[in-house]
C-alpha cells in the first residue's frame, strides 16, 4: 500500500519531534551540569583537532616540497600535541576556550555595534545594536568572571542553544504535521 504525502509528513515530523524532545532533554541536563557540558565540549573540541591533526600530516607526506613537507608536518605534529593536551587537562582546556569565548563575544558584540551603525538607516537594523550589546554584556560578563566562569558560561551556553533549538524543532513539526493534516 503506498503512503499518501500525509503520511510521510506525519512520519517525518515525529522523527523531528523526537529529536527535538532529545535535544529539549540534553539541553536541561548540560544547563543542569555545566561543567560536564563543557569538558564533553572540549573533548569533542579535541577530537576535531586531532582529527584536523591527521590531516595536516598526511597531506604533509603528499607535499612536492621539502619546505612544505617540513612545515606540513610540523603544523600536524602542533595540533597533534595540543589535542593531547586537551585530552589530559580537560578542566585546563575548558578555562582556555571559555577564554576564547569570552573573546569572541566581546569582537562578536562591537562588530555588530558597528554594523548597526552602518545600517541603521535600514529597517530593523536596530536589532543589531541589541544583539551587539547583548553579546557585548555577556562577552564581559565571561570575561570579568574569568576563570571561574569556566565552570558554567560553555555548558550553559551549549545547553540554552539546544533546548532553543529543540523547542524550534518541535514547533516546527507540529506547524507542519498541522498544515499537512489542513490540506489533506
Same mark, same amino acid.
Given at each position: ?37 563543557? +569538558?564533553?565540549?572540549?573533548? #569533542?573540541? !579535541?577530537? =576535531?583537532?586531532? /582529527?584536523? @591533526? $591527521?590531516?595536516?600530516?598526511? &597531506?604533509? *607526506? ?32 575548558? +578555562?582556555?576556550?571559555?577564554? #576564547?569565548? !569570552?573573546? =569572541?563575544?566581546? /569582537?562578536? @558584540? $562591537?562588530?555588530?555595534?558597528? &554594523?548597526? *551603525? ?67
Amino acid at each position: 500500500m503506498a503512503q499518501t504525502p500525509t503520511d510521510l509528513v506525519r512520519q517525518a515530523s515525529t522523527a523531528s519531534i523526537i529529536w527535538g524532545a532529545l535535544l529539549i532533554i540534553f539541553g536541561l541536563v548540560a544547563v543542569a551540569l555545566p561543567l560536564v557540558a563543557a +569538558v564533553a565540549v572540549n573533548i #569533542l573540541v !579535541a577530537w =576535531l583537532i586531532f /582529527l584536523a @591533526g $591527521v590531516v595536516h600530516l598526511i &597531506l604533509g *607526506f603528499r607535499a612536492h616540497g621539502a619546505g612544505s613537507l617540513i612545515w606540513k608536518l610540523l603544523v600536524g605534529l602542533a595540533y597533534l600535541c595540543f589535542s593531547v593536551y586537551l585530552f589530559t587537562h580537560p578542566v585546563l582546556g575548558v +578555562v582556555s576556550l571559555t577564554l #576564547l569565548l !569570552a573573546s =569572541l563575544f566581546l /569582537l562578536e @558584540g $562591537v562588530f555588530d555595534i558597528v &554594523l548597526f *551603525f552602518n545600517l541603521r538607516s535600514l529597517p530593523g537594523s536596530s536589532m543589531f545594536l541589541v544583539d551587539g550589546i547583548i553579546t557585548l554584556v555577556l562577552g564581559l560578563m565571561i570575561y570579568m568572571q574569568w576563570p571561574s566562569s569556566a565552570a558554567w558560561a560553555i555548558g550553559t551556553l551549549v545547553g540554552a542553544s539546544m533546548m532553543v533549538s529543540g523547542i524550534t524543532r518541535v514547533m516546527l513539526s507540529l506547524t507542519v504535521r498541522k498544515a499537512a493534516a489542513a490540506a489533506a
